[in-house]
T-cell receptor, first 112, second 110 residues
Framework: GAGVSQSPSNKVTEKGKDVELRCDPI?????LYWYRQSLGQGLEFLIY????????KSGLPSDRFSAERTGGSVSTLTIQRTQQEDSAVYLC??????????FGPGTRLTVL | KQEVTQIPAALSVPEGENLVLNCSFT??????LQWFRQDPGKGLTSLLL?????REQTSGRLNASLDKSSGRSTLYIAASQPGDSATYLC?????????FGTGTRLQVFP
C-alpha cells in the first residue's frame, strides 16, 4: 500500500510569507507526528496528533507555527511570517502503534 | 530534558569493515530505542527497535545493543557494503514522541 506522502517536496519562499505543508498519512493510522530537521540541530519533534486532537504540541518553536488535522487523516503544518531560521526539512510520520512510526520523504523549506 | 548524542558524526571506511556506531542518552526512563537509516531526499527507515526490557536486537548484518542503566546503545554493522552508505540516527521514545540524536553519516567505499 501507499506510504506517507508529503507535499510539496520542495518549497522556496520569501521571508515574511506564510507557507502550508501537507501530510497524507497511511490510511487507518490514528497517530500523526511532525518533525523538523535543521542543519546543525538534528531532527526535533514539533507536534503529535491522535485523531484530530493534538495532545502534545510542545515542540512548536513559536506561535507562528500551527498545525491541524481533519477527518483523522490529512494534516497541514502552517508557518506564518516565515523567517530564515525556519529553513529546514519538515518530516511527517504516522503510526497505528506507539512503537512504529512510518516517515514520509519530507518537505524541504527554504526561506530567502 | 532528554538529550541524545551520537558519535562519530561521520565515518568513512573501505568495504568489508565491521563498524560500531554509538548512541548515548541522558535519561534512562525510556520506552524503547530505535535505529533508523536516512538516505538523501528520502524519509527515515526503521532498522531495529529495542524495547527497554531488552538487551539487543539483530537483523541480518545489523546488531543493536541497549544498556539502559548507562544510557548507551551501539549499532554494529558487519561486513559493510557501499549500499550501507547513509546517515544513521538513533532515537529514544519518550512518551508519545521520538527524541533523535544528530546522526552518524557513514560512507563505505569500494
Amino acid at each position: 500500500g501507499a506510504g506517507v506522502s508529503q507535499s510539496p517536496s520542495n518549497k522556496v519562499t520569501e521571508k515574511g510569507k506564510d507557507v502550508e505543508l501537507r501530510c497524507d498519512p497511511i490510511s487507518g493510522h490514528t497517530a500523526l507526528y511532525w518533525y523538523r530537521q535543521s542543519l546543525g540541530q538534528g531532527l526535533e519533534f514539533l507536534i503529535y496528533f491522535q485523531g484530530n486532537s493534538a495532545p502534545d504540541k510542545s515542540g512548536l518553536p513559536s506561535d507562528r507555527f500551527s498545525a491541524e488535522r481533519t477527518g483523522g487523516s490529512v494534516s497541514t503544518l502552517t508557518i506564518q511570517r516565515t523567517q530564515q531560521e525556519d529553513s529546514a526539512v519538515y518530516l511527517c510520520a504516522s503510526s497505528h502503534s506507539p512503537d512504529t512510526q512510518y516517515f514520509g520523504p519530507g518537505t524541504r523549506l527554504t526561506v530567502l | 530534558k532528554q538529550e541524545v548524542t551520537q558519535i562519530p558524526a561521520a565515518l568513512s571506511v573501505p568495504e568489508g569493515e565491521n563498524l560500531v556506531l554509538n548512541c548515548s542518552f541522558t535519561d534512562s526512563a525510556i520506552y524503547n530505542l530505535q535505529w533508523f537509516r536516512q538516505d538523501p531526499g528520502k524519509g527515515l527507515t526503521s532498522l531495529l527497535l529495542i524495547q527497554s526490557s531488552q538487551r539487543e536486537q539483530t537483523s541480518g548484518r545489523l546488531n543493536a545493543s541497549l544498556d539502559k542503566s548507562s544510557g548507551r546503545s551501539t549499532l554494529y554493522i558487519a561486513a559493510s557494503q557501499p549500499g550501507d552508505s547513509a546517515t544513521y540516527l538513533c532515537a529514544v521514545r519518550n512518551t508519545d514522541k521520538l527524541i533523535f540524536g544528530t546522526g552518524t553519516r557513514l560512507q563505505v567505499f569500494p
